[in-house]
């Protein structure tokens, strides 16, 4: 038989199968071939009689490395979808499908040495053993006591030798046991009762369930009750014996909603992210794979889980941008579930208190269903939003980051034992670092980006490239020592915090406070039981939590994210603040919410006050129409990057001339057509250009495939070509 393989190569620019001879292997299995005269693994992709490669050049594959195939046909046929749509290699696609680690034989199955007796009859064993083996003769004991032991507790206990002896005299017997190795194994269960769903939750699972291939928008507001809806809907999947996948946007959500699947569903739930030991997650897959588990749930690359027969695919937080990937390989978590729930037929239900423009706008068109869950739970009220012109606060001689309201609410929040939740919109102890004589700006030698100063170990980090830089004392510039340090960091508002109030417990969550394993989940678990009364934290406490203590959220800087350049700022404004003041009030007490901004006036800002999405989105599907973004166009950016600045210009100059006949050709699919730097010039030492278009979506199934065939006629090897479709930023 003949094997078509994709060798696993990263090196390689060359997207190519190769041909192997080989017996009795499946497709999709990982297989042990000789290329170019080394060992590498690959995967088989397609099975055949016949090949072009000639007889005498046709190498046999060594052998295979596991005992079944990896990837099974339906995600070879997913692999196929996504290397088409995104312009994408087979090699960057196929990693996707299994747990890194399993390549280069990394990680395995873990197994333990169990002991335990031969025969039950206990005077019989003693009565053959000398009298003086005292070691021995415990060791009989205790098995018999307490039945099969790992071996390791037993030489501990009673030595390497008597251990041995008993082995060898054929008392005792090993047994190799499969021990499974469980993420958050410790996770505290909350109550396990159950809530009878209220009506507006039982119609949105009916509707569900009445079409169970159907595409569904849940547009409920924060704390309307999503979250039971979505396990109701997969308890009725998964008693109908089919598979779930549900996502999250965020390794940090993923606790809170395992904890409540593992309630309802216990064992049959299995978690997949990047946040995982090597370990529990290739354990976690096989679960999966050999159908243990039924329910997936993780962040974007859960999407990914090996499961057939799904029932249903459930995105929550549907407008999350994490659902985008935005380094190779590129993809859109959603366009994925999609393919994935029409290769199975199966339901595929969005979930957001403010679904993206796109997403409601193709409900509009009836491409998705929507239901409408506008109410909260119990009537409790939207928390009430007020909003603090800041420029007005300094004027008045406030030069503090916290206003006046802010301050006095807070007060009042931990005078009342309540809980506080303040946001900010990035990490570190405060931004770049500026010499205020020269205006000379700290930056990362190989990314050209402002360093962040970080305060715990007095260093400067480029948050691109992670590199690492001493504290400067002097300006390099102009030899002055009077520095700035821009703008405000989460560690700054927990220092001032503890000036102000010096006996309450604050917590601080960002990227730099959950950089161990498990860490999100420890810090959202210290604040859920009480044990402090602030949280401090950047967009990672935005989303999906529940705490019913918090009475208070402040947003800091309200208008950060709205100054940015790029087409999308408004919604992921409207969004983030829809999303934080969300966390207020979940529970008896009505929430505040206090948002500092210095553009009190912005539309988007007072309909994000007022939680009106449905006002936002007129006004801004309107603005989209008018100036032809997305959902109105399909945005493309082409990225060339290399060491070599002048090969990523050739490169780029060839490619564009190309595209411009290609425009000329079919003038009507180009709205917009140009070549520029990226925002973000280099980046982990390579140059960086981009040629950006604005395409007609009806013309996209015909364009797309030229503009893939330019960008793969490349005549630099040193320079790196990527494509992305719609992509959420620009730099
Ligand atoms: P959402 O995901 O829409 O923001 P949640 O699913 O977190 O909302 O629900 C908000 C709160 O309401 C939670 O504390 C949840 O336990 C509670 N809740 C959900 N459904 C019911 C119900 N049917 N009856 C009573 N309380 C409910
Ligand atoms: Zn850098």
Request: aromatic share 8%.
């Amino acid at each position: 038989m003949i094997y078509s393989v994709i060798v696993d190569i990263l090196a390689s620019e060359v997207d190519r199968i190769f041909d192997y001879e080989g017996e009795g292997l499946q497709v999709g299995m990982r297989v042990l071939v000789d290329f170019a005269n080394r060992r590498k693994e690959g995967y088989i992709v397609e099975e055949k009689l016949t090949t072009d490669c000639p007889k005498e050049k046709l190498k046999k594959i060594i052998c295979p490395l596991d005992d079944f195939a990896a990837i099974s046909p339906e995600m070879l046929e997913l692999g196929r979808y996504m290397r088409n749509e995104y312009h994408l290699r087979w090699v960057d696609v196929l990693r996707l499908f299994i747990p890194a680690e399993m390549r280069m034989g990394r990680v395995k199955t873990l197994s333990k040495r169990q002991a335990s007796l031969t025969s039950d009859k206990l005077d019989e064993i003693l009565k053959s053993l000398k009298p003086n083996a005292a070691k021995q003769r415990d060791l009989v004991s205790f098995l018999y006591n307490n039945g099969a032991t790992f071996t390791a507790q037993l030489t501990e206990k009673f030595g390497n030798g008597a251990l041995k002896a008993l082995i060898d005299k054929g008392i005792v017997k090993i047994n190799e046991i499969t021990v499974r190795r469980t993420p958050y194994k410790d996770l505290a269960q909350v109550d396990g009762n159950r809530h009878v769903l209220l009506p507006a939750q039982q119609n949105a699972v009916d509707t569900v369930m009445s079409n169970l291939s159907g595409r569904y928008l849940l547009h409920g507001v924060t704390g309307s009750g999503k979250t039971e809806v979505y396990l109701t809907v997969i308890e009725n999947i998964v008693q109908s014996g089919r598979n779930c996948i549900m996502l999250v946007p965020e390794i940090a959500l993923t606790p809170n909603m395992l904890r409540q699947l593992r309630q309802r569903f216990g064992d049959n739930v299995a978690l997949l992210h990047s946040g995982l030991s090597q370990g529990e997650r290739y354990d976690e897959w096989l679960r999966l794979k050999n159908g243990e588990a039924q329910i997936a749930i993780g962040a974007r690359s859960a999407i990914f889980a090996p499961l057939s027969n799904i029932g249903a695919i459930i995105i929550d937080e549907e407008h999350d941008s994490s659902y985008i990937s935005d380094f190779n390989p590129r993809y859109n978590t959603l366009d994925v579930a999609s393919f994935r729930a029409k290769q199975n037929n199966s339901l595929l239900i969005m979930g957001s208190a403010t679904p993206s423009l796109t997403g409601y706008y193709e409900a509009g068109q009836g491409k998705l269903k929507l239901i409408e869950m506008p109410k909260r739970i119990n009537q409790r009220p939207l928390p009430k939003v007020e909003i603090v012109d800041m420029s007005a606060e300094t004027r008045s001689g406030n030069k503090g980051i916290f206003s006046r309201l802010l301050t006095e609410r807070l007060t009042e929040t931990v005078l009342k034992g309540n809980q506080a939740m303040l946001f900010l919109n990035r990490r570190g102890y405060s931004s770049f670092l500026m010499c205020t004589k020269c205006g000379y700006v700290a930056k990362c030698a190989d990314c050209d980006i402002s360093l962040t100063v970080h305060r715990e170990d007095n260093m400067l980090k480029c948050h691109y490239c992670g590199k690492k830089y001493y504290m400067l004392n002097k300006c390099p510039e102009c030899g002055e020592s009077s520095f700035r340090q821009g703008k405000i960091g989460t560690q700054q508002v927990v220092d001032l915090l503890s000036g102000m109030f010096p006996d309450v417990k604050v917590l601080r969550m960002d990227a730099d406070t959950t950089q161990t394993k498990e860490s999100h989940g420890k810090i959202l678990e210290a604040f859920a039981k009480g044990e402090a009364q602030i949280l401090v934290g950047t967009q990672m406490i935005a989303k999906g939590h529940d705490f019913p203590k918090v009475t208070l959220v402040g947003v800091l800087d309200g208008d950060q994210s709205l100054h940015r350049e790029d087409y999308l700022a408004t919604e992921r404004t409207f969004q983030l603040i829809t999303q934080v003041a969300g966390r207020s009030g979940r529970n008896e007490e009505t929430g505040t919410v206090v948002l500092q901004t210095y553009t009190p006036a912005h539309y988007c800002l007072q309909l994000a006050a007022k939680q009106d999405y449905i006002a936002f989105y007129k006004r801004e599907i309107a603005l989209r129409e008018a100036g032809s973004f997305p959902p109105f166009c399909e945005i493309a950016r082409i990225i060339y990057q290399g060491e070599s600045e002048q090969d990523c210009i050739d490169e780029l100059t060839a490619q564009y001339a190309e595209l411009t006949n290609l425009k000329s050709a079919n003038p009507s699919s180009f709205m917009y057509l140009d070549k520029m730097r990226c925002p973000l010039r280099r980046a982990e030492k390579k140059f960086r250009f981009q040629i950006l278009m604005k395409l007609s979506v009806d013309s996209l199934a015909t364009v797309l495939p030229q503009i893939y065939a330019i960008c793969d006629d490349k005549k630099k090897n040193s320079v790196q070509v990527f494509v992305e479709r719609n992509p959420q930023n620009l730099s």
